[in-house]
Structures are given as structure tokens and as C-alpha cells.
């Protein structure tokens, strides 16, 4: 059985390619979310093994949303995702609970590499 | 991770349609700023448009949007931040770099995908077979509400009732230009109709994707053993009855989970395999989509299903054993349930008898297969479309009957002429100052039906001539599915389709405009 992803991220097509990297690794989606909200709801209704989160997001940002899936479920793994300049907000993320992050734009061998280490 | 590549060559359609969504998102919140430049959340949207533009072109490498993206995302990060403000300048500079950036999307997507700059492997795509006009066509999508596809399905029922009208009318008339006019006229609605429904198919996968998790938390709940499968995902069905049969489907499941699994324990005592097996599976057979749950467990138990239906009443007390289509009565009548105790999975009272009225109404089947001891499979035989008709549903004696809402103006109480209580179908009378037809149904479709003082009418409209329709009661309101009706050869009919309604029964939807 592989293990789950819910996928979350504003823009489509940021969700399509990093779904087809995770799928062609062998992964199964279960989800997708665009706004922090929804991903703090679906989070608790898929129970993913893994989750990958942007930061930038409307309604509520990606960060906080990482806070509120932790504080639910402290054993949560949630890879961030980051655009180039994000640095800062990068340190943010992992405090609020994230394992590991990555950078925008996707080179899948570092995204599946962060992804394997953090579900272990 | 050696070896892995990326095809960027298949998001080139998707950049595109994306890209210009957000231009008209970042064309939009900029528009916002001009007449309100302290709005924080115009600021916001600009920022999250042109932070996802930059995105997009960077994973794609094209750099020139990049570059452009990036810089007016540093203005708006600063505005959004507070450490600028939004002055005329400044919003019509970030006005101009839009149009820019918006000529540049368009322009980047002809050239070929450059290779990756850092040697992840990715094949250069020739884009388009570039025609010399800058406009590529592209096999965009294009984000359609749900609510207007309903409107073309209703729209498209409404033109098949026409559309039948016609055929009759025309039948009457001996003129064969008018007639081959007529069938191409057809044959284009009829084409029309088939673009509609495709349009409105999805495939299955997109509720049914949902299910191998459930199942496995209700099998983790319930302390099964099972192994899911799910066959046909891509198999497409209309959405309003995909959207429909989500929550049967899922209860259907989670009977076999329930009741028909056993625990593992069970099955290595009865030399089955330790982990059950629940197959969800979706295929076409000629005009219909056949939607399957099968599971190998211990099959429905007839003997306790058919002591139940004896003290229901449901059976002849003489009946010594149900089969498949006695069975299927029997489970599908409202109410009927054996569970001996109340699981929090399957509830009370909720049985097969909710799966089958769903089913119905949208003009579908059930079909049970149950062998004792070796497992159960029920198919769901749905229709491949449905044509939806809001109505207003009423009895008149014994019987239903459902009027459109496209010809209802208002429902009122009348008080019937004195020639409509002698007997008479047909009459006239004056609401509201002018003479108005009214038409007894009751007398009319030849009901018991008793004609009283006081009576309940549906004012409506037709071929721009007003009526009252007299009727013992109104029932309620609802979408009602048009299923075929051949009507009489002879003589106008009065009834442009039959339908099932929510409650199972059957009801004749009356066309109006041949009452008129």
C-alpha cells in the first residue's frame, strides 16, 4: 500500500505537477486543497501520511495552516513549499511544525528526496 | 533519485489557461486599487496572482515571464507590506507591466521549453507547430459553473418536449418540405442534446477516488480485513447522477463492510481467504452505466430477511424462501432493516430501501445477486443522462401528476363556477377581473375526482393564453427526471413525459400547452 498525499497549493497547476512527480513515484493523492482552510478541513478528514503545503495561499496562509494541522495532530508530516526569496518564512514553517521543505520550482529528484526522508 | 524526468511539454496548456486566469485576476484587483487604493485584500489577490505567475513560469523556464513576474511581485510585496504606497504612478506603471506580462505569457508558450538550468532532465517540448500568427490554439478548458449546466440540461429537456410536440403536429400536416425541414431541424437538436450531455459527464473516479479511504477507516473501524478495489474510475457518467449516487454507493459499501465480510476469524473457519474482498466497479452496457459492489462475505442471510418480511406482512406467510427479485422487494421497501443491533456504521432503519429510491428517481435500477455463504453483488443500472424539469406536483383523485414551473404563474383557491361542479371539464371564470379558462384535471383525465366548493388551482401560462388548473392538492415541489413517454396515437395528448417521484411514485408530467 502506498503511502497518501493531500496536495495543497493555490494554483492548479503547481498541484498538477507536483501530483504527477508524487504519482509517478509511486504515491497516491487523496486530496488537494487551495486555501489554508481547506487544507486544515481536509487534513482531518483524509488523515494523509504526507502533506506539501505552499506558503503563499488566500483565506489563510500556508504557515498557519501548518500550525493548526500540528497542534491537531502532532505526528502530522508536512513538507512546505516555497518560492525562490522565501527564505525567512522557510524558518517560520518549521517552527510551526513543518519536517522539511522545498523550493519552487520543482526539480523532482529534490522533491521526492525530502518527501522519502520525511515519511521515513 | 536518478532517472527521473519531467515532461514539461504537458503543462504548457495548463500554464496558459492558468496564466491568463490570473491575469484577469491581477487585472481585476488592480482595477480595485485604482478606485480603492487603501483596500489591503485588492493588494493581496495582485500579489498571490503575480507570485503564481512567477511560479509557473519558473518551473516552466521561461524566464522573461519570470523576470517581469518576479519584479512585480517585489512592488506589490512592498505595498502589501506597507513600506510603499499605492499612488496613481505606481498603480499605472503596475497597470502597464500587466498588459506586459500578459503579452509575454502568450508569446512564451511558442517558443520551445528550454532545458533546466540545474541538469534535472527535462525534454525540451516543441511547442505548437507554430502557425506565423502569434494566436496559438490551444485545447484549453474552460471553467463552466455547475449551475449552468444544469440549465443547458434543462433547457435541453424542455426542447425534446417541444421538440415531440412538433413531431405530432406536423404529423397532421401533408407537407413533405415541411417535414424534411423538420427532421434536420431534429436531427441538429438531437445532436445539440448528445454535446450537452457529454459536456456534462465526469468520470466516475472523481467521487468515487474518496472511497478507498473510507473503506479502509470503516474496515480499520469494524476490525475487518479487506482488500478494495475500484475498476472503471474513468468510466463517465452525467454529474448530476455521479453527485447523486456518491452517498448509496458509500452506504452500499459499507453494508458489505458490515454485514457481509466476515471477520477474519470467520472466513479462516469457513476456508476463505483471511482478507475479504470489495470490488466497486463502473462499466457501460448500451445505454446505460452498470455500477457494481460485490464482496466475497457471507452473503445476505434470507432466512432472517424473510422471517422479518413475514412479520411485515411483506410475503405471503406461506412463502418458504425469497429469490433474487423477491429478495430485492423485500430489502428495497422503506423501513425494512434486520440489524439485530445498531452499529454506528450502518445506522437504523436505513437499508437498501434508500438506495433503491435514490436509483429510481433518477430513472435507474437495482439488481441483487446473493449466493449464502459466498457473497452479494448489487448493480445499480443507471441511465447515462437525465433531463431535470423543476415542477410543481399534485393530486388530483388518486393519482400524481407534476406541472413545470416554466408554465406555473401562482397557486390559488378557487372557488369553481357553478358549471364546473354540474360536471363540466372546461370552463371559464374571472380571477383578478379577466375571464380565465379553467380546466377541471379531476374530470378531464377521467380521475375520482370530487369537485367541491373550494378547491386548489395552479394559475398558468400558455402559447400566451392564462388558465387555471383545478386540482384536489398540491403536494409539493420538485425536480422531477423526464423519462420517455409514448403517448397515445390518437387524439392530443395531454402529457409530455412520466417521471418517478422522490417518494418512489409514479406521476405523469402534464404538458400544458395541449390543455390550453
Redesign the interface.
Known amino acids: 500500500m502506498s503511502h ?1 498525499v493531500l496536495v495543497c497549493d ?5 498541484r ?2 507536483l501530483s ?2 508524487l504519482q ?2 509511486g504515491f497516491t493523492i ?2 488537494e486543497a487551495d486555501t489554508g482552510t481547506k487544507a486544515v478541513a481536509k487534513y482531518k478528514e ?1 488523515r494523509p501520511d504526507l502533506v506539501t503545503m505552499d506558503i ?3 483565506d489563510m496562509g500556508g504557515i498557519d495552516a501548518v500550525r493548526e494541522i500540528v497542534s491537531f495532530d502532532p505526528g502530522a508530516r508536512v513538507v512546505m513549499c516555497s ?2 526569496g522565501q527564505q525567512a518564512l522557510v524558518v517560520d514553517a518549521i517552527q510551526a511544525g513543518a519536517k522539511d521543505f522545498v523550493v ?6 529534490r522533491v ?2 525530502a518527501v ?1 526522508r520525511v515519511v521515513g | 533519485m536518478a532517472g527521473m524526468s519531467l515532461d514539461l511539454s504537458k503543462y504548457v496548456d495548463l500554464f496558459l489557461s492558468e496564466g491568463r486566469e490570473h491575469i484577469a485576476e491581477l487585472t481585476e484587483a488592480l482595477n480595485e486599487m485604482e478606485t480603492t487604493p487603501s483596500s489591503e485584500d485588492a493588494v493581496a489577490a495582485a500579489f498571490r496572482a503575480v507570485h503564481s505567475i512567477k511560479g509557473m513560469a519558473a518551473a516552466m523556464g521561461y524566464t522573461v515571464v519570470t523576470e517581469r513576474a518576479n519584479a512585480m511581485e517585489s512592488a506589490l510585496d512592498s505595498l502589501r507590506r506597507g513600506d510603499a504606497q499605492v499612488t496613481p504612478s505606481l498603480l499605472g506603471h503596475l497597470i502597464d507591466e500587466a498588459d506586459e506580462l500578459a503579452r509575454e505569457i502568450e508569446a512564451a508558450v511558442i517558443q520551445p521549453v528550454p532545458e533546466a538550468v540545474d541538469g534535472a532532465a527535462i525534454n525540451p517540448a516543441p511547442v505548437a507547430t507554430a502557425a506565423p500568427e502569434s494566436a496559438r490554439k490551444v485545447n484549453t478548458h474552460v471553467r463552466v459553473r455547475a449551475s449552468r449546466l444544469d440549465a443547458l440540461m434543462n433547457l435541453v429537456g424542455e426542447i425534446e418536449i417541444a421538440r415531440g410536440r412538433m413531431e405530432r403536429d406536423l404529423a397532421r400536416i401533408n407537407d413533405e418540405q415541411l417535414a424534411s425541414s423538420f427532421e434536420s431541424a431534429s436531427r441538429l437538436l438531437h445532436e445539440l442534446r448528445d454535446q450537452v450531455i457529454g459536456a456534462r459527464m465526469v468520470p466516475v473516479g472523481q467521487v468515487f477516488e474518496r472511497f478507498p479511504r473510507l473503506v479502509r477507516e470503516t474496515a480499520r473501524t469494524l476490525d475487518k480485513e479487506v482488500d478494495f478495489t475500484l475498476d472503471g474510475a474513468d468510466i463517465e457518467l452525467d454529474r448530476t447522477i455521479l453527485d447523486r449516487i456518491g452517498d448509496p454507493v458509500m452506504h452500499l459499501l459499507r453494508n458489505s463492510l458490515d454485514h457481509g465480510i466476515e471477520a477474519a476469524a470467520e472466513r479462516e473457519r469457513d476456508g476463505k481467504t483471511l482478507r475479504g474482498r470489495l470490488t466497486l466497479s463502473a462499466q457501460r452496457e448500451a445505454g446505460y452505466v452498470l455500477i457494481r459492489v460485490a464482496d466475497d462475505g457471507r452473503g445476505i442471510d434470507r432466512e432472517r430477511v424473510l422471517k422479518r418480511a413475514r412479520e411485515l406482512d411483506l410475503v405471503d406467510h406461506d412463502a418458504s424462501s425469497l429469490d433474487d427479485v423477491a429478495l430485492l422487494r423485500v430489502l428495497a421497501h422503506p423501513g425494512f432493516s434486520t440489524a439485530s443491533s445498531i452499529t454506528d456504521v450502518s445506522g437504523r432503519g436505513v437499508g437498501l430501501d434508500v438506495v433503491d429510491a435514490a436509483v429510481r428517481i433518477l430513472g435507474g435500477t437495482i439488481e441483487i445477486k446473493s449466493v449464502t455463504g459466498r457473497g452479494t453483488a448489487i448493480t445499480l443500472r443507471l441511465p447515462l443522462s437525465v433531463a431535470i424539469v423543476r415542477s410543481l406536483v399534485a393530486r388530483v383523485g388518486e393519482e400524481l401528476f407534476a406541472i413545470p414551473f416554466t408554465h406555473v404563474l401562482e397557486t390559488l383557491a378557487l372557488e369553481p363556477p357553478a358549471s364546473a361542479l354540474d360536471g363540466d371539464s372546461w370552463t371559464t371564470t374571472e380571477i383578478s377581473g379577466s375571464e380565465v379558462g379553467v380546466v377541471v384535471l379531476g374530470r378531464l383525465f377521467g380521475l375520482q375526482s370530487h369537485v367541491s366548493e373550494r378547491m386548489q388551482g395552479v394559475s398558468v401560462l400558455a402559447r400566451g393564453r392564462r388558465a387555471a388548473l383545478v386540482v384536489d392538492e398540491f403536494v409539493g415541489q420538485q425536480d422531477v427526471v423526464v423519462k420517455r413517454y409514448d403517448p397515445p396515437l390518437e387524439g392530443s395528448p395531454m402529457f409530455s413525459g412520466a417521471t418517478v417521484l422522490g417518494d418512489g411514485s409514479p406521476a405523469l408530467i402534464v404538458d400544458v400547452n395541449s390543455l390550453i
Open positions: 497518501t493555490d494554483a492548479v497547476f503547481m498538477t505537477m504527477d512527480i509517478q513515484a487523496v486530496g483524509l503563499v495561499m488566500p518560492a525562490m519552487k520550482p520543482f526539480q523532482p529528484s521526492l528526496e522519502q
